[in-house]
């Protein structure tokens, strides 16, 4: 094949792949399911095919709501389903009371085969599902409320078996109790109870499994224990099944499906969920763009709206903080991933809702009040202990400054302080400190073990390891905002002291090596390949990512960092030669160590959260035109409007929150700093009602796929010409308005703020 005709057959080839994925993704609107305005760029399905590690999932849910289903199989590609969850607990953390059809006669196998199911004829929005499954020629629908759902069964015409079977997804003692078309459920989730209320719109014949045995007692409770329902066969081919959950009790989980849907139908169910979704989805509009960039737009702002998630029932919660449950008029948020969050998707929110907002940092300080330490990833059953630091202090800092009240902002302050004197920094641990924490506090830096050196502390997790820089970087960024909390609120010792922990990072600065390299607890190099070594994951030393990702954890103080390379430019140079430079090795030969570094360019890793202020760190250099190219690049190469549209573990809108701001032309490089940084828009017009009644708007004059480079900028009609604008002025509902080029305006943005 001649070069010409392989260059008219490639592009062929792309232009079908292309048109087929946008004609399944039209096969999903074709019923009426599109929704109202922008809901109609939403796919649940983008990213469902994980990169290496974890999927996104299509969850059904209102916003921030309890409810979150959606159907149990490996990932997209996967063409089984083995079960419907009537609701996901938390994030990636669990599920709780199984359900599946049947069209086949009553056995103990049923309960274990998996539901074949076609993709074409499956629709995935944020507010209902629908599936058709293909062995057993019947459909399955589901929409969601706050704390129930609506489950719509269409069996076959006359089939002789129809039946509806529930399972325990934890270990732990169950229950089940049929009265009638009623239906009582209990099952166990980390030692908490939760409770579940049905009824089904046809009577049946009903029992129960225990000890693996088929029985017709309407009751049964204890390990493993299961349930099921048949119909008649001269029933009606559709069941409804509606439902309530209850953190609390049986009795809460039957007020909850008397408040929300006791006289409501399917479609009154479905009509007010996608109302909901209108409602947050609707508040940012745009114009211009590619069909593909509203697509990953839209959705990825749909999953910024997963979590936290309210799970106040009437006034009422139950805490996994103190194990009691509380009686408040305020919403009560759990599950979040702070590590994950507090880099973009709280400062998201801070700007969409900041009532919202407000409501989740004082989840987190009451957490704080009922369990003794300052929650980190606050889920269902207390603070999980994941990751490193104690960044709920900087999204603390970053909502007190951006004028969020309504929280005890002294108490937020005494459970940060605490944190930082008396809380182990060791990852994945909770507790009070330990040894190497008092190593810290006297020396300045986590100490590493050598090469081959055993662990003495018995407290190490022994797979997350120490993580010594990045817990020492961490620490430093945490020590930071405590510093300028103390400072907000009066408390200048603190401040002082703490001011001159955040400058701890330099104690691990290696100047020969021009990186953050590990020392022992003697003062001396570990001499390391900060792209390669420290064991799985790099975590004996970094965590998740290598040192060329945490040569940059320092955003609180670029300046600083800054003339540890030796100055703007070398910072600026440091910058290229990371998209630049080799892995020194095989990809996969680095992803066997490294498998959560993926959506890389050069040493850079599009896939993992620490990497996302990056590419804006050349707005402080002279060269702010490079963030404007990075940007832009890393938009269109990783955050496609396929299955495979997520470069990494997207972490319940963690990531989804950058590329929404990255999309809008802005960022929050440092949390903790009421600015926005300025990037490169994708679309002309971007729109934002904010909560006051007014608008944000951003304006990109002759914006294209192209035309990416910023020319010139005003701000209110004034000329801008620094890539940096305030929270305040964006609350103010000011005007940016870009003229935009497809070259390089190079003299534009150099100006830094005072």
């Not at 004082?362 to 369990?371: A, L």
Request: a neutral charge; aromatic letters at 14%.
């Amino acid at each position: 094949m001649n070069k010409h005709n392989l260059r008219l057959f490639i592009a062929v080839l792309h232009l079908v792949l292309v048109c087929c994925y946008s004609l399944t993704a039209d096969a999903q609107n074709e019923d009426g399911n599109a929704g109202i305005g922008n809901l109609k760029y939403v796919d649940p399905r983008i990213g469902n095919v994980g990169q290496l590690l974890e999927p996104t999932r299509p969850t059904v849910q209102l916003p921030h709501q309890l409810i979150r289903m959606y159907p149990q199989r490996n990932d997209y590609i996967d063409d089984q389903i083995s079960s419907f969850p009537l609701t996901i607990v938390s994030h990636r953390l669990g599920q709780v009371f199984a359900l599946k059809p049947s069209v086949k006669p009553l056995s103990i196998a049923a309960w274990d085969q998996k539901l074949t199911f076609d993709h074409d004829l499956e629709v995935t929005r944020p507010w209902y599902y629908s599936t058709y499954l293909v062995d057993d020629d019947m459909n399955v629908e589901f929409t969601p409320s706050k704390k129930t759902g609506v489950f719509r069964f269409a069996f076959p015409h006359n089939s002789a078996n129809k039946s509806l079977l529930f399972n325990l997804y934890n270990d732990g003692v169950g229950s089940w109790h049929f009265t009638g078309n009623e239906m009582q459920g209990m099952e166990t989730y980390n030692d908490i109870k939760i409770y579940m209320y049905g009824i089904f719109s046809i009577a049946g014949k009903t029992g129960t499994v225990k000890a693996g045995k088929l029985d017709t007692n309407d009751s049964a409770s204890g390990m493993n224990v299961k349930a099921w329902i048949s119909f008649p066969k001269n029933s009606p081919d559709t069941v409804e099944f509606r439902y309530a959950i209850s953190y609390i009790s049986a009795e809460q989980a039957k007020e909850n499906f008397d408040n929300e849907i006791k006289d409501k139908s399917f479609v009154n169910v479905k009509n007010n969920a996608e109302s909901a979704w209108a409602k947050v989805i609707n508040q940012i509009t745009v114009s211009g763009g590619t069909e593909a960039q509203k697509r990953s737009f839209y959705t990825a702002l749909y999953r910024c709206n997963e979590r936290m998630v309210d799970i106040s029932e009437n006034n009422k919660y139950y805490s996994g903080y103190d194990k009691k449950i509380h009686t408040s008029n305020r919403p009560f948020y759990v599950d979040d991933w702070i590590w994950d969050t507090y880099l973009a998707l709280h400062p998201l929110r801070v700007i969409l809702d900041p009532g919202m907002e407000q409501d989740m940092v004082n989840s987190y300080v009451t957490q704080y009040e009922q369990g003794g330490w300052m929650p980190t990833f606050p889920v269902l059953f207390g603070d999980n202990p994941c990751m490193n630091a104690f960044h709920s202090s900087v999204m603390i800092l970053d909502d007190y400054r951006k004028g969020i009240r309504g929280f005890d902002s002294l108490k937020a302050y005494e459970g940060m302080l605490k944190n930082a004197t008396q809380a182990t920094m060791l990852p994945w641990r909770n507790g009070p400190k330990t040894v190497l924490d008092d190593f810290y506090y006297k020396n300045g830096y986590f100490p590493a073990l050598r090469p081959g050196e055993q662990e003495t502390v018995a407290l190490v997790n022994p797979f997350e390891k120490r993580q010594a820089v990045a817990v020492t970087l961490g620490g430093s960024y945490d020590d930071w905002a405590v510093a300028q909390m103390a400072k907000d609120l009066g408390k200048d010792d603190d401040y002082k002291k703490f001011s001159l922990r955040a400058l701890n990072y330099k104690n691990l600065w290696n100047d020969k090596v021009k990186m953050f390299i590990p020392k022992d607890a003697q003062g001396h190099w570990i001499n390391i390949d900060p792209k390669f070594d420290g064991g799985m994951g790099g975590r004996d030393y970094y965590d998740e990512n290598n040192g060329w990702t945490y040569l940059w954890q320092v955003q609180y103080d670029v300046k600083g960092l800054m003339a540890l390379m030796g100055g703007k430019t070398m910072f600026e140079n440091k910058l290229d030669q990371l998209y630049r430079e080799g892995l020194g090795r095989s990809k996969y030969a680095f992803w066997s160590k490294f498998p959560d570094a993926t959506g890389l360019v050069g040493q850079f890793s599009m896939g993992n959260e620490p990497s996302f202020m990056i590419p804006y760190l050349y707005n402080f250099t002279n060269a702010p035109w490079k963030t404007q190219n990075r940007v832009r690049f890393l938009l269109d190469v990783w955050y496609k409007d396929t299955i495979f549209g997520i470069p990494g573990d997207e972490d319940g809108g963690g990531m989804s929150a950058f590329v929404v701001f990255s999309s809008m032309g802005f960022y929050p490089v440092t949390p903790g700093i009421p600015l926005y940084t300025i990037g490169s828009p994708v679309f002309k017009k971007v729109t934002i009602a904010l909560s006051n009644g007014k608008q944000f708007t951003l304006i990109a004059n002759n914006c294209s796929v192209k035309n990416k480079y910023i020319q010139s900028a005003k701000f209110n009609g004034e000329p801008l010409n620094t890539p940096w604008f305030t929270h305040e002025q964006l609350i103010a509902g000011g005007d940016l308005e870009l003229e935009m080029g497809p070259k390089p305006n190079k003299n534009w943005g150099i100006q830094q703020p005072h």
